[in-house]
T-cell receptor
Framework: AQSVAQPEDQVNVAEGNPLTVKCTYS??????LFWYVQYPNRGLQFLLK????DNLVKGSYGFEAEFNKSQTSFHLKKPSALVSDSALYFC?????????????WGAGTKLIIKP | DTGVSQNPRHKITKRGQNVTFRCDPI?????LYWYRQTLGQGPEFLTY????????KSRLLSDRFSAERPKGSFSTLEIQRTEQGDSAMYLC?????????????FGEGSRLTVL
């Protein structure tokens, strides 16, 4: 069965420090992987995706993520955190051959950036 | 604004009443999704449409829930005989076709409170 795990409910980082939000996945075939961000009382916004090619993908707001097939991980990273990065982050996966394009979602990780 | 639009943004109703939410997707997108999200959880898939056809509906979805997408444009989600457990944020998302369009564009959501 397909699944996504975000092992940390909350991540605390000081402003200016690097941040990592972890995500591991399980699919039977090749994965398409996504990160979304949700600010309070708002809908989800797409950050970045991995479809194929370079394992390091860059997205919005200076975020990047590294696809690691052997570890089935897709961790979200940013070299220098901003207070405005504080939000809820969701990892999602779907199988490349899934014609319904359904995403399987993680439970989310709350990122808190302290000044 | 050419994003996904949802109305109403907030709805408070009494148990047993019917409610209807509307979603206007991005105009060139032919796929439309409904999700439900409760506090601290990731989005839970409810149903999705390709054009006017409802192609999949979650097995977890009660018969009290029904969705339509007449003419393949806007969509409505109706909940009949609401229960307190229906209280949640209802999210609509749209996307285009093609192998790289697992990327979803979300609306701001419609928050339902059932008293």
């Amino acid at each position: 069965a397909q699944s996504v795990a975000q092992p940390e409910d909350q991540v605390n980082v000081a402003e200016g420090n690097p941040l990592t939000v972890k995500c591991t996945y399980s699919v039977s075939g090749n994965p398409y992987l996504f990160w979304y961000v949700q600010y309070p009382n708002r809908g989800l916004q797409f950050l970045l995706k991995y479809i194929t090619g370079d394992n390091l993908v860059k997205g919005s707001y200076g975020f990047e993520a590294e696809f690691n097939k052997s570890q089935t991980s897709f961790h979200l990273k940013k070299p220098s955190a901003l207070v405005s990065d504080s939000a809820l982050y969701f990892c999602a996966v779907r199988e490349a051959v899934d014609s319904n394009y359904q995403l399987i979602w993680g439970a989310g990780t709350k990122l808190i950036i302290k000044p | 604004d050419t994003g996904v639009s949802q109305n109403p943004r907030h709805k408070i109703t009494k148990r047993g009443q019917n409610v209807t939410f509307r979603c206007d997707p991005i105009s060139e997108h032919n796929r439309l999704y409904w999700y439900r999200q409760t506090l601290g959880q990731g989005p839970e898939f409810l149903t999705y449409f390709q054009n006017e056809a409802q192609l999949e509906k979650s097995r977890l979805l009660s018969d009290r829930f029904s969705a339509e997408r007449p003419k393949g444009s806007f969509s409505t989600l109706e909940i009949q005989r609401t229960e307190q457990g229906d209280s949640a944020m209802y999210l609509c998302a749209s996307s285009g076709q093609g192998p790289n369009t697992g990327e979803l564009f979300f609306g701001e959501g419609s928050r339902l409170t059932v008293l």
